[in-house]
C-alpha cells in the first residue's frame, strides 16, 4: 500500500524533471567522454609528428653518411662541408648535414678516416622542435702513390 501512494504522489511535473536531470547526466557523461578522445587524439597527434620528424632527421642523417662515403671516396683530402637544405623539406624550414673529420685518439690507425655527420631538423609549427642525429663515419683511406716519399 505504500508503493501505491509513492506513485500518486509523483506529479507529471516531477516525471518532466527527473527525466531532464538524466538527460543532462548523460549529455555530461557524453561530453566528458568525447573531450577525453579528442585529448587523447591530440596527445596522439603531437607523438606522431614528434616521431616523423625524428625519422625524416634518420634519413638525413643517412643522406649525409651516403654523401660522407662517395666524396671522400673521390677526394683524399676532403676536409667535410654544411649542407644546408632549408628549401628542400616544406614542412622543416631548416635543414642541415653537416659533415667534418674527426679524431680517434683510441688508435693512430692512418689506413681509416674518421667524419662525424650531423643531421638536424627545425619545425615550422606552433611549438618548434629541433631533433638532431649524428654518427662517426669510418672510411678506409685511399691508397694515393704521391703520397709517399719519391726518394724510396
Not at 75 to 98: H, M, V, W
Not at 124 to 141: E, F, G, L, N, Y
Amino acid at each position: 500500500m505504500i508503493s501505491s501512494l509513492s506513485l500518486r504522489s509523483i506529479t507529471p511535473q516531477n516525471r518532466s524533471g527527473a527525466v531532464l536531470l538524466a538527460v543532462l547526466v548523460c549529455l555530461g557523461i557524453a561530453s566528458a567522454i568525447t573531450a577525453s578522445a579528442i585529448h587523447t587524439s591530440l596527445r596522439a597527434r603531437r607523438q606522431m609528428d614528434a616521431h616523423w620528424q625524428l625519422e625524416q632527421t634518420r634519413q638525413l642523417l643517412d643522406a649525409g653518411i651516403r654523401h660522407t662515403h662517395r666524396v671522400a671516396a673521390d677526394q683524399a683530402k676532403y676536409e667535410g662541408e654544411s649542407l644546408n637544405l632549408d628549401d628542400t623539406l616544406d614542412a622543416y624550414p631548416f635543414a642541415r648535414i653537416e659533415i667534418k673529420p674527426a679524431v680517434d685518439e683510441t688508435t693512430s690507425d692512418d689506413r681509416f678516416r674518421l667524419y662525424e655527420v650531423v643531421a638536424t631538423l627545425h619545425n615550422d609549427d606552433a611549438t618548434p622542435r629541433q631533433t638532431k642525429r649524428s654518427r662517426i663515419v669510418r672510411i678506409r683511406a685511399q691508397y694515393n702513390p704521391t703520397d709517399t716519399d719519391a726518394t724510396q
